[in-house]
């Protein structure tokens, strides 16, 4: 029922600049946590960012991406982006889109219940 699609993957040089977007539908984002996971080829995959909404919407980015990276949503649009600024080649990964029924932002991959397809970020020294 639920569907993601990520959008917005591609090359860039390091130091550059990506929007990622992840377009939901079968769910209204204001009621479910929304999250960014990577993986890169032979690694597991990896907490980028979440957005949570227990009280208030709350984020938590990965420390290896804080201050670089920001998650942030458009209700209206139904759509949760991850701005991604000062590239570097180990950003370099498939980035995937994840929703959760939980309200508070988990970090855990296991706590998502559904998730895209995935898109290809990859970053030139």
């Known amino acids: 029922q639920v569907q993601l699609v990520e959008s917005g993957g591609g090359s860039v040089q390091a130091g550059g600049s990506l929007r990622l977007s992840c377009a939901a539908s079968?769910?209204?984002?204001?009621?479910?946590?929304m999250a960014w996971f990577r993986q890169a080829p032979g690694k597991g995959r990896e907490f980028v960012a979440t957005?949570?909404?227990?009280?208030?919407?709350?984020?938590l980015h990965a420390d290896s991406v804080k201050g670089r990276f920001t998650i942030s949503k458009d209700d209206a649009k139904n759509t949760v982006y991850l701005e991604m600024n000062s590239l570097k080649p180990e950003d370099t990964a498939v980035y995937y889109c994840?929703?959760?029924?939980?309200?508070?932002?988990?970090?855990?991959?296991?706590?998502?219940?559904?998730w895209g397809q995935g898109t290809q970020v990859s970053v030139s020294s």
């Open positions: 079968g769910r209204t984002l204001g009621s479910c946590s």
């Open positions: 994840a929703l959760s029924d939980r309200i508070y932002g988990p970090i855990s991959e296991a706590e998502y219940d559904s």
């Open positions: 957005l949570g909404i227990s009280w208030r919407v709350v984020t």
